[in-house]
């Protein structure tokens, strides 16, 4: 077991991540076998299944990085789920009904994005707020939001082969899972931000201890709501890619994303407590929680025991990590 | 003086990486009072903790009213009569006196607390110790003197039969220690077993029968009071290390130029209009009481706390420091009391934790240069001999005295010349502490200057060019270090506004 | 002239009973009221009493219960989806179980504990974060009450059937005019629970919990057994107040509810309750509930619907904290 610990390819994935993509594939082996014996007439063998779950991963994985950047200053954002829904409602409403052309729309979500992670990082960087509270406020106002400026209405992005429907490429171009590329591309550039740049090295540091680094005469709010910012932004993209992956949103939802983007941060390695993160194993936690909810679904079970799984792995998440650090205390 | 109530035998006691206690050995007379000496770090309240439960002892017996005990939490120990008044305060800030101290104890009328009772016997409790405190306040709108006046008759009121003291006068003025006495005396002739741990020296021999001394968590040796010398105690407490004398003269050339003045400096209840000026070379000895505002003015100089008014001059200049990210551009470094909390990031590196201050230095473009950052940590590392197995290593792996090495490298790579030590050698070894002391006295001879907050007097006379006494936020002495002897700066240190305290 | 006003004003020994912010959200409650009834005709009407008493009810309970955790220095966010989980299970047990009213509020009520005693128990024992903590079970309990129910929506009885009883329990009908009784009921639970805050044990360490766990533990209190006591007073509460949405609303859809504890919560933080524990009253629970409460009945009749109310209980919410930090940061 140490043997295997020790190589090169393992330590430098982590050995977490390592045994993350051994359940994957378990996950995967027992969603093979059960679901024609559950479900009979189903198979799970289909390439359309694994693109099925890939279409989850991605916005999950985008809200998850995001979140993690959040999570490793030591704070939460539970409104990432509503804030991603209330991008695609408003700039989707802004495509069909005002006609405003598609590239504005795209940056119109990721500007809304932004918005929201500055109204949480304020708050809770200059204003001192636990972040929890003041991104659940958050939360209800991106609902309340996206509900008024579309009046209730469930908004449709133009479906593929239309016209303005590029956009679903950036998802998947005939069979290539695009998305996928995609988001590995923006988890190696979130890994780099992290552990290779100032803004990565001051996030992780105020997460260990805000008060230390302030002392060190460095801004932390500065950096704190940077964190914010950037978890707002990556909750932008995250509506491009659930609109071109489903094309249809509705108002008033979204906040059961938020638990499975943190359950993917979680389970990736990120410590609640702040101060270490892995981007690496956001996006593998993503793809677990993805492959999860299809599973279920070829099962013929309903999603609502995708919430109950959810909050249980988080428990064990958050209390094998809270058990580990006490025992090194 | 009467016979023994409890004795503690051989006690160990490990925490990871350290043997707190090995072999202590401990013995409590009814109707005298004890003495627990020995430096910071010697292990006396780790004995007293181990004594009332808090911690668990690994070896060792205790005997008690002529039976052996071990108790599980400070609960028991307080249900068999050992109580302790802690050093820090214990106080729930929310609630009034009485409901401090009656709680877990609430007198009862049917379901509900009968808090008139409590009232009426937290008064009671008070009027037999001379204490004025109205026992409906709310505990955090009353002073650290009062707060810890409470604690005490909280201990006592457990009808106990061994009370431990640890450091209880700290935080108390001349006339407050006088009143603690009192009590002490009172309790002592009610043949009471108490055990009282202090610093100063003057205080043992006032109000103790005997001293039993402790060194790097081990025993060394009882003596009577009365038929011992203060330097017999100073010998048995610092053993092999040689205790160097105070600081005759100033190190400090007269016409050093000033680096840093402060005028008028106040902020909240704790800074009351504090001026002195900071010369090149210099150490400048801050002295007082806990809870007497040195923290507090360290830290509204540096712009870790707001302050309401003052002008601060680095080098004649007038500066504006309204953030840390402000004073540490104008040089300025603040090591603080709490290392852990204020000082490092306990779970990053040592590299990571050097460059902290000055990181955008160490950076290319956005990134961060690695082999530039290693290389001056690695420098550092050599030059302050700080011991670690490598520059990655994690800075909870480290010992106290490391980690404080690692706070003065941090300070240093970001250039700092004005430098506030802030009780320095807080929770650090001996051998290590002499280090850290040569290491300020090379720090001000390569130009640098000091501030050094130190509730120790040894400390404070021994470094010191010239030192400040403050007492309840305001200065209320400046003395050279030719003309300074500790009683003197106690009684500066007790001075309070109007001297109502001193008839 | 201000000066001598307020002095005025504070010498009021209702007003002095209740502290400067209670004082401050009784003015609200009046210029929200009188704002309201100048600016809409239909809110000047009875119904509106009745109306505002629906939404009080279940927003009260659950912010008495509330208010317990966040005085220890945690919070509860499991207590609304626990609220529609608990109501439509017990709408089940009644329904498809054929069984009496009162056996549906038995199993509210255990269901309520039980969630009540998992928090308590992972936060205390295992030293959680609270908000992560009640964040799971709120997840588990969203997904549990369909799954339980097969995702059906469900009713409790109405008036007039049988076991219609219920609905009567917090209003009654006396010729044409809808009585809202259960403000009887409310007023009897926040006098006992304030005698429970200010006169028991239970109370007085929750408080002492909020304001130093640490002394309270050297002083030799059993912590994790009260912290505990606080989550489950906090789910009873839900239960309770599953009970009064069952019956004072007709339909209740499994997997909804997650937002109803924000209410609550920010009902208690306007109230005064402080976020990091150790201060606050039952009766400025109730003020800040009204707040809240007046705010739901108010807005629908100046022309803004639900979704707006989400904008603005967020706003009020984000307001009553940034107060509550800004207060605790003067004081210290």
């Not at chain 2, 039976?67 to 929310?94: C, F, K, S, T």
């Not at chain 2, 061994?162 to 005396?185: G, H, M, N």
């Not at chain 2, 290693?374 to 990655?392: A, E, F, S």
Request: one cysteine or more.
């Amino acid at each position: 077991m140490n043997k295997f610990k020790n190589l090169p390819v393992v330590r430098a994935i982590g050995f977490n991540r390592v045994v993350l993509i051994g359940v994957i594939l378990l996950m995967y082996l027992v969603f093979a076998l059960l679901t024609p014996v559950l479900h009979s007439g189903a198979t799970f063998l289909k390439y359309d299944r694994i693109l099925s779950a890939l279409n989850y991963a991605y916005f999950i994985g985008f809200l998850g990085l995001g979140v993690t950047f959040v999570i490793a200053t030591g704070g939460i954002d539970f409104s990432i789920g509503p804030v991603m829904f209330t991008a695609a409602l408003v700039s989707g409403y802004c495509l069909t009904q005002y006609h405003v052309p598609l590239w504005l729309c795209l940056i119109l979500s990721i500007v809304i994005g932004v918005l929201f992670g500055i109204i949480n990082g304020y708050f809770v960087a200059y204003r001192f707020l636990p972040s929890f509270i003041t991104s659940l406020a958050c939360m209800q106002i991106a609902k309340g939001v996206g509900s008024v400026f579309t009046k209730t209405q469930s908004v449709t992005w133009p479906t593929e082969g239309n016209e303005n429907a590029w956009f679903h490429y950036l998802v998947r171009w005939g069979d290539v899972p695009v998305g996928f590329i995609l988001l590995c591309l923006v988890a190696a550039i979130c890994a780099v931000v992290l552990n290779k740049t100032k803004a990565g090295r001051y996030i992780l540091c105020i997460g260990s201890n805000k008060e230390a680094v302030r002392l060190s005469g460095v801004n932390t709010k500065k950096w704190e709501m940077l964190a914010y910012i950037i978890c707002g932004l990556l909750a932008g993209v995250a509506a491009i890619f659930y609109v071109g992956a489903y094309t249809t949103v509705q108002p008033g939802l979204g906040d059961t994303f938020n638990n499975e983007a943190i359950a993917a941060c979680v389970m990736g390695g990120t410590s609640m407590a702040g101060g270490l993160a892995s981007m690496l194993g956001t996006v593998i936690g993503a793809l677990i929680i993805a492959l999860m909810q299809e599973g279920i679904l070829a099962m013929g079970f309903t999603i609502s025991y995708q919430y109950v799984i959810t909050g249980i792995i988080v428990l064990i998440a958050v209390t094998a990590d809270t058990l580990s650090r006490k025992r090194k205390n | 003086m009467g016979d023994v109530i409890l004795t503690m035998k051989g006690i160990d006691k490990r925490f990871p990486g350290v043997q707190a206690l090995s072999g202590v050995n401990l013995e409590i007379r009814k109707g005298e009072v004890l003495a627990l000496m020995g430096e910071n770090g010697a292990g006396k309240s780790t004995l007293m903790k181990v004594l009332t439960g808090i911690y668990k002892k690994d070896a060792g017996t205790i005997t008690y009213e002529g039976r052996e005990v071990e108790y599980n939490n400070p609960r028991e120990a307080q249900e068999d009569g050992i109580v302790i008044v802690h050093q820090e305060l214990n106080m729930m800030g929310h609630l009034t006196v009485a409901q401090n101290i009656f709680i877990g104890r609430e007198p009862k009328n049917g379901f509900l607390i009968d808090d008139a009772k409590m009232n009426s016997d937290t008064r009671k409790l008070f009027q037999q110790l001379n204490i004025d405190i109205n026992p409906k306040e709310t505990m955090s709108k009353l002073t650290v003197g009062k707060q810890q006046m409470c604690e005490i008759a909280k201990a006592i009121s457990h009808k106990a039969k061994v009370i431990i003291f640890d450091e209880p006068s700290a935080a108390l003025t001349e006339s407050e220690i006088e009143q603690l006495f009192k009590i002490i005396r009172n309790l002592r002739d009610q043949q009471l077993g108490i055990v009282y741990i202090s610093h100063r020296m003057d205080e043992i021999k006032k109000i103790t029968d005997r001293v039993t001394v402790m060194r790097d968590g081990c025993y060394v040796g009882t003596l009577i009071t009365k038929d011992c010398t203060k330097d017999d105690i100073i010998n048995m407490m610092v053993g092999r290390v040689i205790y160097e004398t105070p600081k005759t003269e100033s190190h400090v050339p007269p016409d050093a130029p000033v680096v840093l003045k402060v005028e008028h400096l106040n902020a909240g209840r704790m800074v009351q209009d504090v001026s002195f000026e900071l010369h090149k070379g210099e150490i400048l000895g801050f002295s007082g009481l806990m809870g007497a505002g040195r923290t507090e003015m360290a830290r509204a100089l540096f712009g870790a706390d707001p302050k309401d008014s003052g002008d601060i001059y680095i080098k004649g200049e007038k500066v504006e420091i309204h953030t840390p990210e402000d004073a540490v551009r104008h040089g300025i470094g603040y090591l603080s009391e709490d290392r852990k909390r204020f000082g490092i990031v306990l779970k990053k590196s040592i590299t990571e934790n050097a460059t902290l201050t000055c990181l955008p230095r160490y950076c290319k473009g956005v990134f961060i240069d690695k082999n530039k950052e290693k290389q001056v940590t690695k420098q550092y590392v050599d030059t302050l001999r700080i011991k670690t197995p490598g520059i990655d290593q994690l800075v909870m792996n480290l010992s106290g005295g490391n980690q404080q090495k690692v706070v003065i490298e941090k300070w240093l790579i970001g250039d700092s010349d004005i430098l506030i030590f802030d009780e320095p050698t807080r929770g650090i070894d001996v051998g290590a502490k002499q280090e850290i002391y040569e290491l300020m006295n090379r720090l001000v001879d390569e130009g640098k200057s000091i501030i050094m907050i130190s509730s120790e007097m040894a400390e404070i006379t021994r470094m010191s060019d010239r030192i400040i006494v403050m007492c309840e936020g305001r200065i209320t002495g400046e003395l050279d270090i030719k003309e300074t002897s500790q009683e003197q700066i106690m009684h500066y240190a007790t001075l309070r506004a109007g001297g109502s305290d001193n008839e | 002239m201000n000066e001598k006003r307020k002095s005025g004003l504070a010498a009021n020994p209702f007003l002095k009973s209740l502290g400067t912010q209670q004082a401050i959200i009784v003015g609200v409650i009046i210029v929200l009221f009188i704002f309201f009834s100048l600016a809409s005709v239909s809110f000047r009407k009875y119904t509106t009493v009745v109306t505002l008493c629906n939404y009080m009810y279940y927003i009260l309970l659950m912010a008495i219960g509330v208010t317990f955790p966040l005085l220890t220095g945690g919070v509860d966010l499991s207590i609304g989806t626990g609220l529609i989980c608990y109501a439509i299970v017990g709408s089940y047990v009644i329904s498809n179980g054929h069984m009496p009213v009162g056996v549906g509020m038995l199993v509210v009520m255990i269901m309520s504990l039980i969630i009540g005693f998992i928090n308590g128990i992972i936060i205390a024992k295992l030293d959680l974060p609270p908000f992560i903590t009640t964040l799971c079970t709120m997840m588990i309990v969203r997904g549990l009450g369909s799954i339980l129910t097969g995702g059906l929506s469900g009713v409790w009885p109405m008036a007039g059937s049988a076991g219609g009883w219920c609905r009567s329990i917090f209003k009654i009908t006396v010729g044409k005019t809808i009585i809202p009784i259960g403000i009887i009921w409310m007023l009897i639970l926040i006098a006992i629970m304030s005698i429970i805050l200010r006169k028991t044990k239970i109370g007085r360490y929750i408080l002492a919990i909020g304001s130093n766990k640490e002394a309270l533990r050297l002083s030799g209190v059993n912590v994790v057994k009260w912290q505990v006591i606080a989550y489950i007073i906090s789910g009873f509460f839900a239960g309770l107040a599953a009970i009064a949405y069952a019956c004072t609303f007709s339909n209740i859809t499994p997997g909804t509810g997650a937002g109803l504890e924000l209410d609550a919560i920010g009902g208690a933080i306007i109230g005064g309750t402080s976020m990091t524990g150790g201060s606050g009253s039952i009766v400025g629970t109730l003020l800040g509930v009204l707040v809240i409460s007046l705010l739901k009945t108010g807005l629908p009749y100046i022309g803004l619907q639900a979704n707006w109310q989400q904008i603005i209980t967020g706003l009020v919410l984000l307001a009553a904290i940034t107060a509550d930090m800004a207060k605790r940061k003067k004081a210290a």
